[in-house]
């Protein structure tokens, strides 16, 4: 008789039990995607996660791309956001510019399918929607990087091909170009072959109020480990052939 009771009394809180178990996970779910969302909103205000910036060059040393870099040499690419405005290089800043100072070598005037913009969008989808600037900010502050960066490299490269010759050599001693670059890691040479020329990176810190990058500094071993120019030869830098 006793455990009779027990036993209604039982059902009958469980009775209770059971709506009560259905709400609570109601509140803990509907909670759960409150919290989901409020973690998005802070991943979406937070500043951008990266160490610091290369700044990639062709062998002419116009612009390849602006790059945020992890000092590991890890880096986060294609972070969504903002779809590709071709009127911001076309319009905004203009083809003469963009042509000279981030001009696309892979296009190519007889095949219609390839766009010039090419070049920028892949750049912006793949490394400027990781810096958490606006794609405008993002292309000017890359050209900005370049006119800064390449009269120096430029400089550099021409002084010391000076003080290597007579006669005027369109190659040089790696380590000679290597110092003339501010010494080891300030930039990091790419060589097709392992002999031409085919690209410059230097490093840049990223400023934290703005993101932008701010000072040329010592790329980390990781990116200095990128370089594919052979370790003490010879150098052809095609810019020196005219
Ligand atoms: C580099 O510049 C020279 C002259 O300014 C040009 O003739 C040459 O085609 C350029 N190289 C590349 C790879 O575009
Ligand atoms: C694209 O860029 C142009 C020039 O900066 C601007 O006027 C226009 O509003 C932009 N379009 C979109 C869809 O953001």
Redesign the pocket.
Known sequence: MFYKQALARIRRSSLLVLPLLFLTSLISADLDVQNTRRALRRRSRQPPQFDFYILATFVNLTGHGLWPNNMDGSYPTNCGG??F?D??PE??IGMPVMTTYWPNFQYDVEDGGELYDNLWEHEWYKHGTCTGLD??TYMTTTIAGITTATPTLLGEMAATAAAVSPPHPPSLPLPDLETAFGGPGMAVLLCNGKKYLTGVYTCWTKDSGTHKPYARMQCPPAVVAEGTCPKGGEVVVPIFKA
Request: proline share 0%.
């Open positions: 903002a779809r405005n009127s911001i319009q905004a794609q405008y």
